[in-house]
């Protein structure tokens, strides 16, 4: 009793949705079709929107856990692995036998630093949260979900409710459904693709107006890649910047956007501050190789964010 209530009290993030086996090969250019090309690397690494927002939260020095389903194949056993190196307790995390994992091959090319990614969801059952998860949501600080896992992301969020667990909502997929997260959200942060998407707007601006005129959570920030962002409270409409570093891979600064956001609402940012500093986190991941693997730690982000005038961080 004494080891899970020690858990409980250090696990102050938890994620639910899909979590994945990317193999990255860095190629020198986008490859023609039916043709070989030579590529420069390749490498196994963990991926998923919800899965690598709690990879960064736990790289930032936040208490993290992941709720989920995982194989027995080498997939799953690989992606068990790739949590627990980076301190995400996987105490909620079932492993199935006979199954097929979620895998992606992901070409990221060099010449313009974009990436296109092929995946395969595979076959796993939908996850069923029982009692013991349950409880974990109701006693986090935060719930992060993807909008993958529908049944069991709604579930926990009527659990997170009860717990007054703050529920931040990665919109990134228009799937079917997704209004039943977002009327439970609390911190929406869709990108611009879906905000649009969702909406009809033709704006990121309205877009996030619009959003929370339906929905009402306490907050909205649309990502806009390399614009940076918007952050919309209900009465006052603020941008906030994407930091310019050399990018080699982008792939997941995104995902790695909302478990940053998640630290630093956990750290006591505001939603302001939290934009800025989720948005440094964010490129200096994109300046280096693998989505979780680059995320920097709490200082460095602190040193990035000082040398561009945002000091916010010292008071921390």
Known sequence: ??????????????????????????????????????GTESRAAGGGPAATGIVAAA???VGAGFIGVLSDDNGGIFLRKDFEKYGV???????????RSFTSTI?????????TCVY???????????????EA?????ILLIDGNEMEAAEEACLAAKE????????????????????????????????????????TAQAASERLYEWYHPEVVVVTCGKEGGILYDGKTMRSYPAFQVEAVDTNGSGD??????????????TYEECCYFASAVSALKCAGIGARESVPDFERVGSFLKERGCAFLEKR
């Open 1 to 38: 009793m004494k080891d899970e209530t020690i858990r409980r009290q250090t696990v102050r993030v938890l994620g639910i949705g899909a979590c994945v086996m990317d193999t990255l090969i860095t190629v020198p250019s986008y490859p023609k079709e039916d043709t070989k090309l030579r």
């Open 59 to 61: 790289r930032l020095g």
């Open 89 to 99: 307790d996987t105490s909620w995390v079932e492993t199935k036998s006979g199954y």
């Open 107 to 115: 070409w990221l090319a060099q010449d313009k630093s974009t990436r």
């Open 120 to 134: 395969d969801k595979g076959n796993l059952p939908p996850l069923k949260l029982d009692e013991e998860r349950l």
């Open 137 to 141: 949501v109701k006693a986090a600080e």
């Open 163 to 202: 717990g007054n667990t703050k529920i931040l909502y990665d919109c990134g997929g228009l799937y079917p459904g997704v209004e039943r997260l977002l009327k439970l959200t609390d911190v929406m942060i869709p990108s611009e693709e879906f905000a649009k998407g969702h909406t009809g707007c033709a």
């Open 256 to 269: 790695v956007f909302h478990g940053a956001f998640a630290a630093g609402m956990v750290k006591g940012l």
